[in-house]
């Protein structure tokens, strides 16, 4: 007489995923994997990954309401995670970003006026808080080995650049890698969705998709987060587009975050309770987005400058001068006095601006020095070709 018992299985991120059914594909895959390692797992090897600032070209702030946005990283700007393998686990606290000791009161005062409260620290900890869970749910078994977690970013902080969900970002890449994970055991996406999930149900903030997708993708990315895909689905449709002939943007932001003002507004309940205005805003900024892709594949920049101001004023409609902040329309008005297009890249405290005419360029670049801005010319950065970051 047979006796039958119940057998529970556990997925495993090694060649044990080879029990069981599987085909000559399955084979060929694990060995193409084990012979591009080539000792990539030598214990106290340094893991190091980077994600970029980015920037945002149309659409945004829609990505919250399920419109339309492209985005581009740019190279200026980024945050890089290190993690090597160790004893215990430990995270390294940045000395700027997560201060404990301080040489008198006064720099107390001035590091946390600029710096704030909120330092990196809590990102790091949350991803890794997050992972675990992710990987527990869906049965990865996870190998026992601990880390040394630490990162640096060069991305201003408290002007709408994306630092912190960049900081997330690198840490999930160190993850997946030290882990011995890939986008089989967590697909690409739905990446942006688990690093927003980290930002806003770990540490609530609150933000959209636009800036997680962008940094996973990376290079120019046109994305559509119609509530179909989103709620069919999990994620919105997003293509990189060609970034070639790109014109020159220009970034301006503030010396001092902490005077940059905060964009806070009822938009989201207004949108909730379904008023029209705001209902209909978030589809004109999905149709600037569609216009403003074709006009990139047509470069004309002429047409892309006017979408790029259209973005702003409908924002400034919708908002209003007091959640936008004097300074941040300051910002806006000396570049429209100066002829170039200019429009926010995220959630304030920094502009983005394209200006047809170069020879203005350098009375528009003296005219924000001079009132305190910071200005630069933006780097696109196309992403890493061929897989390049393995």
Not at 85 to 99: F, K, M, Q, R, T
Request: aromatic share 10%; glycine share 8%.
């Amino acid at each position: 007489m047979e006796n039958k018992a119940k057998v529970y299985g556990m997925k495993l991120p090694t060649g044990f995923q080879l029990i069981g059914q599987v085909g000559l594909k399955d084979y060929q895959c694990w060995l193409e994997f084990f012979a591009s390692k080539k000792n990539a797992d030598k214990i106290g090897q340094t893991i190091t990954k980077r994600a970029y600032a980015r920037i945002g070209l149309i659409g945004n702030p829609s990505d919250g309401f399920h419109g339309k946005t492209i985005a581009m990283s740019i190279a200026n700007f980024w945050a890089e995670v290190n993690m090597a393998e160790s004893e215990n686990l430990i995270l390294v606290p940045h000395p700027l970003n997560d201060p404990t000791e301080f040489g008198s009161l006064v720099d107390l005062h001035g590091i946390s006026r600029k710096e704030g409260y909120l330092g990196g620290l809590r990102l790091l900890q949350a991803t890794c808080k997050k992972f675990y869970q992710y990987c527990s749910e869906r049965g990865i078994a996870l190998a026992r080995r601990n880390f040394t977690l630490k990162y640096d970013t060069n991305i201003p902080r408290q002007v709408g650049l994306a630092g912190s969900s960049a900081i997330v970002v690198a840490t999930l890449k160190c993850l997946m890698q030290f882990f011995n994970l890939t986008d089989k055991d967590m697909a690409k996406e739905i990446q942006p969705q688990f690093v927003l999930d980290v930002e806003m149900q770990e540490l609530f903030i609150t933000a959209g998709l636009q800036d997680r997708v962008v940094q996973v993708y990376e290079g120019m990315v046109y994305m559509d987060f119609e509530k179909r895909l989103i709620d069919s689905r999990g994620f919105g449709q997003y293509s990189n587009m060609d970034m070639q002939h790109l014109p020159s943007f220009w970034l301006a932001y503030v010396g001092d975050p902490s005077d940059s003002g905060k964009i806070h507004s009822n938009v989201r309940e207004r949108w909730t309770s379904g008023e029209t205005d705001v209902i209909a805003a978030m589809k004109k900024f999905a149709d600037l987005t569609d216009q403003a892709k074709s006009a990139f594949e047509l470069q004309d920049w002429t047409r892309l400058a006017d979408l790029m101001n259209q973005n702003f004023d409908l924002r400034r409609q919708i908002y209003g001068d007091k959640a936008l902040g004097m300074t941040n329309l300051r910002m806006v008005d000396i570049a429209r006095e100066h002829g170039s297009a200019v429009k926010f890249p995220g959630s304030g405290g920094a502009v983005i601006g394209l200006c047809l005419e170069p020879s203005k360029m350098t009375q528009l670049r003296q005219a924000l020095q001079v009132e305190g801005f910071v200005v630069c010319d933006l780097i696109p950065y196309a992403g890493c070709v061929d897989q390049c970051e393995k």
